[in-house]
């Protein structure tokens, strides 16, 4: 997305940002030139946990979830075999079955992109009768608290592992949150031992007032979120839940229905609920979403 937007800008050659691309701090990515020992610290740490938790991850799963194809694309790797998802993944337990099967087949027909292109690979590696075992399987899973959120005026000096982890540098103190989303595990393989909240995100000072503002009245920049999400925002028919789900998720899709990441058909009613917001109103309506109850 991001190259198409720089060759309609320089086209243009007028600064149209109203549709800026997704913010790095969104999008977590891997630091190519950490000192190797860094990386491998977190994912060692979460090898161990990996190794003690799918042994227990029973058969009747779907063997692509606890599979992936030839070990490529495993669900539960990036996803967590409670599917309760990280900052860099999404959360997928309790999506509504209709919504998992429409999304999955906007990744394969090119209406959603990711910001990890894996994602849209894996999506078009998949027969129908897989996407559909998958989206029955993860529909059947509860979400749960895990997310707490600290509004804050720092965050932990973090850098990004292997595997697209946020971690904090050890020993590295505090830096200036800015507006932004930091979201990182409370320990490094908590996301593997529910319950929660296995992630602190970090948010600026007043975000989740402002955020309830937007999200329950539309602030005169957008709509009341209830109205299509349900009343506690938990979901309504195909419509999914946003509530108690990854801030920093919840942020990054707004910024990729904004930015065209996501578009074509599903995409069109959110297209018109972020075309007003700015880049703090979206770290507002996020940190709120995930201050509130997942069930
Ligand atoms: C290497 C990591 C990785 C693996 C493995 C992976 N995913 Fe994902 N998945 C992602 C990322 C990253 C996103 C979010 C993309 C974004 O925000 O742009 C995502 C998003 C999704 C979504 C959209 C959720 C939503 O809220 O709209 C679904 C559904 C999904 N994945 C299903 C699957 C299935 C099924 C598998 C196994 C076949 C799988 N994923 C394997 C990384 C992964
Ligand atoms: C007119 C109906 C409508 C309204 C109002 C609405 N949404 Fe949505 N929302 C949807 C639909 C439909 C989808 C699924 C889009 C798709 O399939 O790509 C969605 C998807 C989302 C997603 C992506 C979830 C995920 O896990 O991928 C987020 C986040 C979201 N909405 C947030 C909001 C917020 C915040 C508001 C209020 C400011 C809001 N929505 C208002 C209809 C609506």
């Not at 063997?63 to 490529?72: A, D, W």
């Not at 697209?164 to 031992?193: F, N, Q, S």
């Not at 329950?216 to 920049?221: I, T």
Request: glycine residues 10%; contains cysteine; charged residues 20%.
């Amino acid at each position: 997305m991001k190259a198409k937007i720089c060759v309609t800008l320089a086209l243009l050659a007028v600064p149209v940002l109203a549709h800026a691309e997704t913010p790095w701090w969104a999008t977590p990515t891997l630091q190519i030139g950490l000192p190797a020992d860094l990386s491998r610290n977190v994912t060692q740490g979460e090898d161990v946990a990996r190794n003690e938790v799918y042994p227990t991850v029973p058969d009747s799963v779907p063997e692509i979830i606890r599979k992936g194809r030839n070990g490529n694309g495993i669900c539960m790797g990036c996803h967590l075999p409670s599917g309760l998802g990280q900052p860099q993944s999404a959360p997928l337990a309790g999506l509504p079955e209709a919504y998992f099967i429409r999304t999955m087949h906007d990744l394969k027909g090119g209406d959603r992109g990711a910001y990890r292109p894996n994602m849209v690979d894996f999506a078009k590696g998949l027969a129908d009768d897989e996407i559909k075992a998958a989206a029955t399987y993860y529909a059947s899973l509860k979400s749960a608290p895990w997310i707490k959120v600290q509004e804050s005026d720092t965050a932990p000096k973090l850098f990004v592992a292997t595997r697209e982890i946020p971690a904090a540098v050890p020993g590295g103190g505090d830096m200036p949150l800015g507006i932004r989303i930091v979201e990182l595990r409370t320990d490094l393989v908590k996301p593997y031992h529910p319950p929660g909240p296995a992630f602190i995100a970090y948010v600026p000072k007043g975000s989740v007032a402002r955020g309830a503002a937007l999200v329950k009245g539309g602030g005169g920049k957008t709509v009341a979120c209830t109205t299509c999400h349900g009343a506690n925002l938990l979901g309504a028919g195909d419509v999914p839940a946003i509530a108690g789900r990854s801030a920093l998720h919840n942020a990054r899709q707004l910024f990729e229905f904004q930015d065209g990441t996501r578009h074509g058909a599903a995409a069109e009613p959110m297209k018109a609920v972020v075309a007003h917001l700015g880049e703090a109103d979206i770290v507002a309506i996020s940190a709120y979403l995930a201050s509130r109850p997942p069930v």
